[in-house]
């Protein structure tokens, strides 16, 4: 039996500043098996791993545009000996050895701004790529918390169905 003095309309009073604030989809869901699940969807996806790499050896290639925009300096050393001939007065072979010691130093300057350009959309697509991966592997994580979802939906919906059929059974 319900009381008599029954409220028309129900309040909440909270303060809003106490409510956290989740910074990923992880920490929404506080679940070590879905974790783990996420986890071991992430290290063994091959597609992934692969654009992870691709990732890395982009990165790698950033250091060519980049480095056109400082001076270059090449370093040098040959050694070298020539047999001449036959010494006139002596008979002798004589022979000639030379060294040779090269230190070059060269510097394009950038007056319109192309080689920096050049770097700066190096770095653009690599960046691109970054934010590609990051795409993919939080689609992936997505998914794989979806499925989870699902899983669990339909077992608290068989366990709901059951418990109505057991009070079914019971009414009956």
Do not use: C
Not at 16 to 21: D, M, Q, R
Not at 52 to 68: E, H, N, Q, T, V
Not at 130 to 156: H, N
């Amino acid at each position: 039996q319900l009381p008599g003095n029954l409220p028309a309309n129900w309040t909440a009073h909270f303060d809003k500043s106490e409510l956290s604030i989740s910074t990923t989809l992880m920490e929404l869901i506080r679940d070590e098996s879905l974790q783990t699940l996420v986890r071991e969807a992430l290290v063994n996806n091959p597609d992934l791993n692969a654009t992870a790499l691709r990732l890395k050896a982009s990165g790698y290639m950033l250091s060519g545009p980049r480095s056109r925009l400082r001076p270059r300096l090449n370093a040098g050393f040959s050694r070298g000996r020539n047999n001449q001939g036959e010494d006139g007065e002596t008979g002798e072979l004589t022979t000639a050895n030379s060294n040779r010691l090269s230190v070059e130093v060269s510097w394009e300057m950038d007056l319109w701004g192309r080689l920096a350009d050049e770097y700066a959309a190096s770095n653009y697509a690599f960046q691109e790529q970054e934010f590609d991966y990051l795409y993919a592997r939080d689609a992936l994580a997505v998914r794989v918390i979806q499925a989870w979802i699902e899983q669990v939906v339909i077992q608290r919906s068989l366990l709901i169905e059951a418990e109505r059929l057991k009070v079914l059974k019971h009414m009956e």
